[in-house]
Antibody, heavy 121, light 108 residues
C-alpha cells in the first residue's frame, strides 16, 4: 500500500525558514518523480515543485523560485522541501504527491494527508 | 499558463440524480493529460479520472469522464451519499501544470 506521510509544518514568522519532509513507502521511490502541491482557500490548488526520480531535474513554480528547494534522499525514501524567505502568501496546506508515471508529465495518483504551514507574525 | 475554468461553482442535487461537471481550458489540452480529483473535507484530493476518460483504480463506474481540446466533462451517473464533495480538474500537458478552481457538489 502506497503511503506518503508529511511532517515539518507549523507556524513561522515572515522571512523565516521551514523544511518539510515526506516519508514514502509501498512503491519503488527512486523510480518516480515526486511533487509538492499546496492548497489555500483563496488560490485553490497550486503545483509548487517537482523532482525527478534520480534528483537530477527539478521544477519550481514562479511564485516560489529562488526561495524553495526540493530534494530527495532515495536511500531513505524521503522527499524534502526547504522553504526560506517565507511570506504570508505561502500559508497553505502542503501535500506530498506521487506522479503516476515513471517518466514524463502526467497525473498524480497518490497524495499525502498534508501539512499546514502558517506564515504569520 | 493554461487556465482551467470549472462550472458551475456549486451543484445542488439529490442522491440518485445525475451530476454533470464542466472544465474548460483557455488553450487546447491533450486528452492524455487531463485528470479529475475528488476532495472531501479534511482530506487530500483523490484521483478519479486520468487521460480524460480512464477511471483510476477502485473508482466506481458511475464516474465517467469525456471531452477533448478545451472542453472536458465529469459525469456522475447516480449520486451516492459519499459523492458529495469538491471536484477539481487538472492539466499536465503544458507547464505550469494547473488546476481548476473546483466544483462543489452539495446535497439539495
Amino acid at each position: 500500500e502506497v503511503q506518503l506521510v508529511e511532517s515539518g509544518g507549523g507556524l513561522v514568522q515572515p522571512g523565516g525558514s521551514l523544511r518539510l519532509s515526506c516519508s514514502a513507502s509501498g512503491f519503488t521511490f527512486s523510480s518516480y518523480a515526486m511533487n509538492w502541491v499546496r492548497q489555500t482557500p483563496g488560490k485553490g490548488l497550486e503545483y509548487v515543485s517537482a523532482i525527478s526520480g534520480n534528483g537530477g531535474s527539478t521544477y519550481y513554480a514562479d511564485s516560489v523560485k529562488g526561495r524553495f528547494t526540493i530534494s530527495r534522499d532515495n536511500s531513505k525514501n524521503t522527499l524534502y522541501l526547504q522553504m526560506s524567505s517565507l511570506r504570508a502568501e505561502d500559508t497553505a496546506v502542503y501535500y506530498c504527491v506521487k506522479r503516476a508515471a515513471t517518466s514524463g508529465p502526467g497525473h498524480f495518483d497518490y497524495w499525502g494527508q498534508g501539512t499546514l504551514v502558517t506564515v504569520s507574525s | 499558463e493554461i487556465v482551467l475554468t470549472q462550472s458551475p461553482g456549486t451543484l445542488s442535487l439529490s442522491p440518485g440524480e445525475r451530476a454533470t461537471l464542466s472544465c474548460r481550458a483557455s488553450q487546447s489540452v491533450s486528452s492524455s493529460y487531463l485528470a479529475w480529483y475528488q476532495q472531501k473535507p479534511g482530506q487530500a484530493p483523490r484521483l478519479l479520472i486520468y487521460g480524460a476518460s480512464s477511471r483510476a483504480t477502485g473508482i466506481p463506474d458511475r464516474f465517467s469522464g469525456s471531452g477533448s481540446g478545451t472542453d472536458f466533462t465529469l459525469t456522475i451517473s447516480r449520486l451516492e451519499p459519499e459523492d458529495f464533495a469538491v471536484y477539481y480538474c487538472q492539466q499536465s500537458g503544458s507547464s505550469p501544470w494547473t488546476f481548476g478552481q473546483g466544483t462543489k457538489v452539495e446535497i439539495k
